[in-house]
């Protein structure tokens, strides 16, 4: 059942949470995506996990759908912050007893904690979807916008058995890239662009262009998570993508949606995860697709 409790904010803006009844002993799953506003949802999820663990919950999950700061995963510059690793340590310290999310930027984010780490893939989902396209093996080409999706993109290719191209692009600045080579053939093909995450879609739009420059026939961009931040649903509508397919693991407000997008659910995915993590079943059956 759906827990009860309050979450209200006071006039300063600090986060006062409440639990409406009793949780002693109990297994306890935390829903709390840490997308937009990032900053107070990530505070949101360490006061309720503290509300709990402070009510003596026998355990505590932390469910998040979208890991914020997943892209900070690593010193690529002098005196940065690793932010992925300091969110596992957050969600560890104010008393998580296992972290569930989806479609890590990184995959080496399950190592940053010493807790129990699921990680779900959308995929499932995100087949069953593609295959009602109907795709062509031999006119079908699944495109990697950059080299950090191409493991996944290679993985979508051979199971759909369809062709795969690469794009090798220059990031210039945060949030901007530039294509620089093109490797795959896409004449005439109906291209599927697909990454983990589209936030200001430059770079899925960027792709788009150099697929349809290369004579694509069609352009679909797929992607888990769909943040739309800045000008990205007037870059999406005013480009040469078809359509945009994302899952519900980012909750979109009314002006981040635009008419070439599609949202399916992932509700499914993560009810069975709950599920087998409360029973004590694997849920490496998940896994497979």
């Known amino acids: 059942p759906l827990g009860r409790s309050k979450l209200r904010r006071f006039t300063d803006t600090e986060v006062a949470f409440q639990i ?99 990680h779900l893939y959308a995929r499932q989902v995100l087949f069953d979807r593609l295959r009602k396209l109907e795709l062509q093996p031999d006119g079908t080409t699944i495109l990697a916008p950059d080299v950090g999706s191409a493991p996944m993109a290679q993985s979508f290719a051979k199971h759909l058995g369809v062709g795969f191209a690469l794009i090798d692009k220059r990031r210039t600045a945060p949030n901007k890239a530039e294509v620089m080579h093109l490797i795959g053939d896409l004449d005439g093909k109906q291209v599927i662009i697909l990454d983990d995450m589209i936030d200001t879609g430059g770079t899925i739009v960027n792709a788009c262009r150099e697929a349809l420059d290369n004579r694509a026939e069609s352009v679909i961009a797929v992607a888990t998570h769909g943040i739309f931040s800045g000008d990205a649903p007037k870059n999406f509508s005013e480009s040469g993508v078809e359509k945009v397919i994302v899952t519900n693991t980012v909750s979109l407000s009314e002006n981040r949606k635009f008419d070439k997008l599609e949202v399916i659910s992932v509700a499914g995915l993560f009810a069975r995860a709950i599920e087998c993590t409360h029973n004590g079943e694997s849920i490496s059956a998940l896994f497979e697709f």
């Open 20 to 118: 409406d009844e009793n949780i002693r002993g109990t297994d306890v799953f935390i829903l709390q995506p840490t997308c937009t506003p990032v900053d107070p949802n990530l505070v949101e999820l360490c006061v309720m996990i503290d509300a709990f663990r402070r009510s003596s919950a026998a355990r505590i999950t932390a469910v998040m759908p979208y890991y914020g700061y997943a892209r900070q995963d690593r010193k690529d510059k002098p005196r940065v912050p690793i932010s992925a690793k300091l969110v596992a340590n957050l969600v560890s310290a104010a008393g998580a007893n296992r972290i569930l999310t989806m479609d890590l930027h990184s995959s080496q984010i399950q190592g940053f904690t010493a807790l129990p780490f699921d």
